[in-house]
Nanobody, 116 residues
Framework: QVQLVESGGGLVQPGGSLRLSCATSGSIFSRSVMYWHRQAPGKERELVATITTGGTTNYADAVKGRFTISRDGAKNTVYLQMNSLKPEDTAVYYC??????????WGQGTQVTVSS
């Protein structure tokens, strides 16, 4: 059973930074594509960033140039560095892993609030 545990959310002022972490259990991390999604109140969940097993990254237009996704195989952890945060980045952020295109696992989410 794979478990994902997010951490690092919180309250930050506009223009500030946060780094989210997603620690995964199990032995498939190195063979899993990892994603960060977010869901704001009253809105659908949206994909924020992706990192493949080879380290290729992709970002939603809304966060390009401000967010960076990375992964550490030694720690089985994926990160989302968020800079220049805006109020519209306020959401619950979810970590998601995809193994072999078939098996999908989700974390419980971590709240990010950007407000002065």
């Amino acid at each position: 059973q794979v478990q994902l545990v997010e951490s690092g959310g919180g309250l930050v002022q506009p223009g500030g930074s946060l780094r989210l972490s997603c620690a995964t259990s199990g032995s498939i991390f190195s063979r899993s594509v990892m994603y960060w999604h977010r869901q704001a109140p009253g809105k659908e969940r949206e994909l924020v960033a992706t990192i493949t097993t080879g380290g290729t990254t992709n970002y939603a237009d809304a966060v390009k140039g401000r967010f960076t996704i990375s992964r550490d195989g030694a720690k089985n952890t994926v990160y989302l560095q968020m800079n220049s945060l805006k109020p519209e980045d306020t959401a619950v952020y979810y970590c998601h892993s995809e193994y072999r295109g078939l098996y999908n696992y989700w974390g419980q989410g971590t709240q990010v609030t950007v407000s002065s």
